[in-house]
């Protein structure tokens, strides 16, 4: 099984199409920043290969939130069980340095790599 998790930050915003005039008038552009954590499940063992040889997965499963990376943890645990988590032969979990998310993993996941 495989587990890869990242976050990142979007922006939403108040005012859209009135840059410019809010510029003009000296304003400041209002806008809010959000984390936004999300992960993606599959098993090696439902791969599929294209006519032309590309291999691809043929089922997947998502997680992601807006609430913190504790909701992401639950959401992606239970994707993960869903989707054969006890059942594997070994977990693999890719991430960026975060330790957050590094966090997470070894939470949920203690026996992957």
Not at 76 to 105: F, H, M, P, T
């Amino acid at each position: 099984m495989v587990i890869e998790i990242d976050a990142w930050n979007i922006r939403e915003r108040d005012c859209w199409g009135e840059t410019e005039e809010l510029i003009k008038k000296g304003l400041e552009i209002p806008s809010r920043w959000h984390w936004v954590f999300t992960g993606t499940v599959f098993r090696l063992d439902q791969r599929g290969k294209s006519l032309s040889g590309r291999p691809f997965i043929t089922e997947r499963g998502y997680a992601a939130t807006r609430q913190g990376v504790e909701a992401l943890e639950k959401q992606l645990y239970a994707e993960a069980l869903q989707r054969g988590l006890l059942k594997a032969e070994s977990v693999l979990v890719i991430a960026d340095g975060a330790i957050r998310i590094w966090n997470l993993a070894e939470n949920r996941f203690k026996q992957a790599t």
